[in-house]
């Protein structure tokens, strides 16, 4: 059971790029979410998505898109990297409250726009 | 909007003592609090959770955690800490309805364990 897999683990773009950061779970899982953590502020909610085709905004969805064409994937798209984006990405999942309702997280994606 | 404070930046506590990790948030329905650990590069693994019922609750590694609504908290609590325990804690919030999904963590306290 792999649990929450995300890729790559480090990446390094240049202002301007794009790129998409995988993230996929094998627990069926219907709410996935992205965060974003930087120092002294926590994580912060990205987009988030209650089941395959339903996509949402989060708290700073500004730069990044997200699709859910399956339970299991849930992919975030970075449209044109900025240095503001510099910081670690983290997908969890849950199965809400109806299960555990902890969110089970990834183990994250290190980013570095230059 | 929901919000989650975690007043104390760091903390530090000699191995064998008892610890306390400050939470309190706010939020305008029935809340759903989470505690959250992160050992360095790693992701987080849940500690504990509260949905409902006894404002008591048990979580791993020997943490436990209570809700008091009269005063928006839900403190973190080990009876002896050991130095496996030094990592960064975040408490979160989430509602039911269409809350749930959107969890709002606060900033983390750093544990730092002395011999």
């Known amino acids: 059971n792999a649990g929450v897999t995300q890729t790559p683990k480090f990446q390094v773009l240049k202002t301007g790029q794009s790129m998409t950061l995988q993230c996929a779970q094998d627990m069926n899982h219907e709410y996935m979410s992205w965060y974003r953590q930087d120092p002294g502020m926590g994580l912060r909610l990205i987009h988030y998505s209650v089941g395959a085709g339903i996509t949402d905004q989060g708290e700073v969805p500004n730069g990044y898109n997200v699709s859910r064409s399956t339970t299991e994937d849930f992919p975030l798209r970075l449209l044109s990297a900025a240095p503001s984006q510099t910081s670690v990405y983290f997908c969890?999942?849950?199965?809400?409250?109806?299960?555990?309702?902890?969110?089970?997280f990834g183990s994250g994606t290190r980013l570095t726009v230059v | 909007a929901q919000s989650v404070t975690q007043p104390d930046i760091h903390i530090t506590v000699s191995e064998g003592a008892s610890l306390e990790l400050r939470c309190n948030y706010s939020?305008?329905?029935?809340?759903?609090l989470f505690w959250y650990v992160q050992s360095p590069g790693q992701g987080l693994q849940l500690l504990l959770k509260y949905f409902s019922g006894d404002t008591l609750v048990q979580g791993i590694k020997g943490f436990e955690a209570e809700f008091k609504r009269s005063q928006s908290s839900f403190n973190l609590r080990k009876p002896s800490v050991h130095w496996s325990d030094a990592a960064e804690y975040f408490c979160?919030?989430?509602?039911?309805?269409?809350?749930?999904?959107?969890?709002?963590f606060g900033t983390g306290t750093r544990l730092l364990v002395s011999p």
């Open positions: 939020y305008g329905a029935t809340p759903y």
């Open positions: 969890a999942s849950s199965r809400g409250v109806r299960g555990n309702g902890g969110y089970t």
């Open positions: 979160a919030v989430g509602g039911d309805g269409t809350g749930f999904q959107k969890l709002v």
